[in-house]
């Protein structure tokens, strides 16, 4: 069965920084990869997703995440945070055949002055 | 547009009480989903259903119940069975036609507190 690691709870950054939130899954195939963002009291928006080709994926709201096989990992990346970016992050992966997506714990960001 | 959407947006229960949370949605999605969301816990799956008149218990089904007699709804009732509901409940929909549905599309949530 597929499984996702997000290994940080809390990451601050400051406004303005460059972002990396880190999601490393567990899957004997090739896997199919999401992050969504929720906002506090709303539900889960998708920011990207990676099903094959290009590992560079981009998304909306100025995000990117990287495919990496030979390490397991989708990071989420921006290059310039804004305060309008602190929510928390989720990563999900999903199995060839199988509909269900399996969901990380979550990484909240906080964006300060 | 088309969406999911839940009601109500907050919720009160007293103990002892069932009580219902609606999800519709107008994407023609087959597949529905509920989660419950606890801080620091993520997203855990509580009841998914593919097809209209079937649906499959998640992770922490027990207290919980579903229907999904149109393919454009899927409630879910947190019986007096479920100790602790107090949480956060987001509905979800998807396609079958990809693995993760291409990614699930979710409503806006429903917070439900015990009284």
């Known amino acids: 069965a597929q499984s996702v690691t997000q290994p940080d709870i809390h990451i601050t950054v400051s406004e303005g920084a460059s972002l990396e939130l880190r999601c490393n899954y567990s899957?004997?195939?090739?896997?199919?990869l999401f992050w969504y963002v929720q906002s506090p009291g709303q539900g889960l928006q998708l920011l990207l997703k990676?099903?094959?080709?290009?590992?560079l994926v981009q998304g909306i709201k100025g995000f990117e995440a990287e495919f990496k096989r030979s390490q397991s990992s989708f990071n989420l990346r921006k290059p310039s945070v804004h305060w309008s970016d602190a929510a928390e992050y989720f990563c999900?992966?999903?199995?060839?055949?199988?509909?269900?997506?399996?969901f990380g714990t979550g990484t909240r960001l906080l964006v300060s002055p | 547009d088309g969406g999911i959407t839940q009601s109500p947006k907050y919720l009160f229960r007293k103990e002892g009480q069932n009580v219902t949370l609606s999800c519709e949605q107008n994407?023609?999605?087959?597949?529905m989903y509920w989660y419950r969301q606890d801080p620091g816990q993520g997203l855990r799956l509580i009841y998914y259903?593919?097809?209209?008149?079937?649906?499959q218990k998640g992770d922490i089904a027990e207290g919980y119940s579903v229907s999904r007699e149109k393919k454009e709804s899927f409630p879910l009732t947190v019986t007096s069975a479920q100790k602790n509901p107090t949480a956060f409940y987001l509905c979800?929909?998807?396609?079958?036609?990809?693995?993760?549905?291409?990614?699930?599309?979710f409503g806006s949530g429903t917070r439900l507190t015990v009284v």
């Open positions: 899957y004997g195939a090739t896997p199919y």
């Open positions: 979800a929909s998807s396609t079958m036609e990809a693995p993760g549905g291409y990614g699930y599309t």
């Open positions: 999900a992966v999903g199995a060839t055949g199988f509909q269900k997506l399996v």
């Open positions: 990676y099903f094959s080709g290009d590992t």
């Open positions: 994407l023609n999605h087959d597949a």
């Open positions: 259903s593919q097809i209209v008149n079937d649906f």
